[in-house]
């Protein structure tokens, strides 16, 4: 036993997902079972493209595979997200890598049943993604549910965050709204790491300065270079909420966020409202809690965390 925490990543990556990945991957907590790929940010392909090009810029490349999951949500179109990510999905960073290896034969939905059954109660599942492909694994394993460890989610806004993506809707939950909600009702263990607090959990250039002299600097500073430019342009504020790299560390160290049980559910069927996270703070439902919802982040110690990991592996490596 190594006393890793067994994960799975699920990534569209995008520039954050790409940060993400860099995190987990120096994290020593955890033990990276594999990385699963989803339309979402850009289209399934170059979302794989551009995980395998992380991991070899971690030279992880031959030790991490990566399974190529679902070309589309669960029902509707596909919704990408250009305007943040760029039209490489990561700003430009690595456009003149080759990427040598190759991906997994395996699908994403059936290697998440695989691991999971192998390891009953143990993976958590960090999903930084829409959540299609979670969804096809509770297809094709409809016991899934009882064997999950837990699941940390990117994705939703319930309280004073408003959308990202339309006025009501984080882009997770919206690209593929009906996928969100059967993993919400599912009944496991769910950690919900919304835009209230991945909008507070923000990386800035100082930030960014912190990490020259390792091997990740130039690669961070050009993944966030349109991201920081687009930010400024919508909130003023010239810094990257670290959406899916807060999601990884709330699966190492759950005591960044405080969180609150409640009932949320997942708008499918709104004209307006589409993909909208509504969390019944009152209990006007009178419906069970399913939701560990995280309305509190303690940014500070997550940008500290972010940047020692990535500036101790480095000092590892030389
Ligand atoms: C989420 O949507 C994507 O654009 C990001 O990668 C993140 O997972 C933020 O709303
Ligand atoms: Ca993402």
Redesign the pocket.
Known sequence: MSGKKKVILDV?T????ALGILLATHSEDLDILGITTVS??VPLQMATRNTLKVLQLVGKENAISVYPGAYAPLIREPVY?YR??GDDGMGGALSDMIVTAEPAKQRAAAFIVDQVNRYPNEVTLIM??PLTNLAEAMRLDPLLNQKVGRIVS??GAVKEARG??TPEA???IYADPEAARKVYHSGMKLTMVG?DV?EKALLREKDIDRLKGTAYYDFVQTVTRDYLAFSERGTGVRACAM??PLAVAVAVRSDLVRTEKHYVDVETSSTLCDGQTVCDFKGRFGKKPNVDVALEVDAGRFIELFLSTLRKSETTRL
Do not use: R
Request: charged residues 25%; negative net charge; aromatic residues 4%.
């Open positions: 569209d995008g520039v954050d997902d979402g940010n997200e943040v990510h930084t993604a990117m994705g990202n993506i984080e882009f997770n835009l991945t959406h899916d």
